[in-house]
């Protein structure tokens, strides 16, 4: 039966260090293949912490899945900023546009308990409240109440 590890990594800088050494090296792994493959699929997430499951199956080869880091690490990314406001009601601390939220919903979409991406966005919104980030220059919760009542229109796949 296959064994499964969930680690998170730095992405595209994983090593043969801990997390990963420590979890993977008594599988009977080559750990640097495996070190070489996750870095190899998590490199578009440079400067994140990616969720990456590795499954490892009883003739010790191995597969791995890359999650999606969470919400708060894309809209840092994409605002390149080091944290969240201290004070998120009264300081803001960044300014994305409505196309940057949709992104951040469409990469999140897949893994969200959502049935559509009008709510991963409003779950981008919420992250956006907590963390002092205003969306097109207004307070998130702004945005939100203009999706609720129709004047902001997202796109349905």
């Keep these: 039966m296959p064994q499964e590890v969930v ?8 090593t043969p260090g801990p997390p990963l050494g420590p979890a993977i090296g008594p599988l009977g792994l080559n750990v640097k293949q495996v070190v070489d493959k996750i870095n190899e699929a998590t490199r578009e997430y440079d400067g994140l912490n990616v969720p990456v499951k590795i499954i490892v199956k009883e003739d010790r080869t191995f597969e791995i899945k890359v999650g999606i880091p969470p919400v708060s690490a894309l809209i840092k990314r994409e605002l390149k900023i080091e944290k969240g406001s201290s004070t998120p009601q009264k300081d803001f601390v960044g300014n994305l546009s409505f196309e940057q939220v949709l992104k951040i919903a469409k990469m999140k979409k ?4 959502s049935y559509n991406l009008k709510g991963v966005v409003k779950e981008v919104l919420g992250t956006c409240v907590s963390m002092g980030i205003k969306v097109d220059g207004k307070p998130p919760k702004e945005v939100l109440a203009e999706i ?6 997202i796109p349905e796949e």
């Excluded at 680690?7 to 994983?14: D, H, I, M, Q, T």
Aim: charged residues 35%; hydrophobic residues 30%.
């Design 7 to 14: 680690v998170l990594v730095p992405g595209g800088k994983a």
């Design 110 to 113: 897949e893994q969200s308990l």
């Design 148 to 153: 609720e009542e129709g004047k902001r229109q």
